[in-house]
């Protein structure tokens, strides 16, 4: 079965530093969304993509889905002590259920 | 809009023991997920439902049961519990593109953390 993949698992980083998480999927995707989940919290949408090469950007973070639809990116820059959480992509696979990926868990050090 | 609330926030179950988790949407959202959580992983997704009337098994179906009566309404039910079961639960609903809704955007609600002793 499809299978969605995050690196890295883990991330400290040092306030005012950037961050990056990488989404890798097993099968070609047809949408790909991502979400936020603060400690103790649940899941909250960011936003979703659907394009080849496609790249959204809210704020800091910007968000990119690869050409072949595999994979995708999330960045943010200069990061703030209220980015601390983890991020999780779920890729879609045309009209089947999103399998979410394992997630990357940021900290942000003052 | 309250959007999705679960309850109870917090049960301890003992093994053999069962429970339903409640789960509602006032959003008159058609699709309604569950999923469990196991510490830091990512969420599995247990049953879900396209609407009214209609249920289907996700990724990790086993020693769960659910049942969908209402749009509203989507309980989750553990007949046996067993320790593999301690986990967080969460419930959530969207609607499909199709109906004129912008995403497939799923909103999740606050969770259940199960412990199952």
């Known amino acids: 079965g499809q299978q969605v993949m995050q690196i890295p698992q883990y991330q400290h980083v040092q306030e005012g530093e950037d961050f990056t998480t990488y989404c890798n999927s097993s099968?070609?995707?047809?949408?790909i969304q991502w979400y936020k989940q603060r400690p103790g919290g649940h899941p909250v949408f960011l936003i979703q993509?659907?394009?080849?090469?496609e790249v959204k950007k809210q704020k800091r973070l910007t968000f990119q889905f690869g050409e072949a639809k595999k994979n995708s990116s999330l960045h943010i820059t200069a990061t703030q002590t209220t980015d601390v959480g983890t991020y999780f992509c779920?890729?879609?696979?045309?009209?089947?259920?999103?399998?979410f990926g394992p997630g990357t868990r940021l900290s942000v050090l003052p | 809009n309250a959007g999705v609330t679960q309850t109870p926030k917090f049960r301890i179950l003992k093994i053999g023991q069962s429970m339903t988790l409640q789960c509602t949407q006032d959003?008159?959202?058609?699709?309604m997920y569950w999923y469990r959580q196991d510490p830091g992983m990512g969420l599995k997704l247990i049953y879900y439902s396209v609407g009214a009337g209609i249920t289907d098994k996700g990724e990790v179906p086993n020693g769960y049961n659910v049942s969908r009566s209402t749009t509203e309404d989507f309980p989750l039910r553990l007949e046996l519990a067993a320790p593999s079961q301690t986990s967080v639960y969460f419930c959530?609903?969207?609607?499909?593109?199709?109906?004129?809704?912008?995403?497939?955007?799923?909103?999740f609600g606050p969770g259940t953390r199960l412990t199952v002793l």
């Open positions: 993509l659907v394009k080849s090469g």
């Open positions: 959530a609903s969207s609607y499909p593109k199709s109906s004129g809704g912008n995403y497939n955007e799923q909103f």
């Open positions: 959003m008159n959202h058609n699709y």
């Open positions: 099968t070609t995707l047809s949408n």
């Open positions: 779920a890729g879609q696979n045309y009209g089947q259920n999103f399998v």
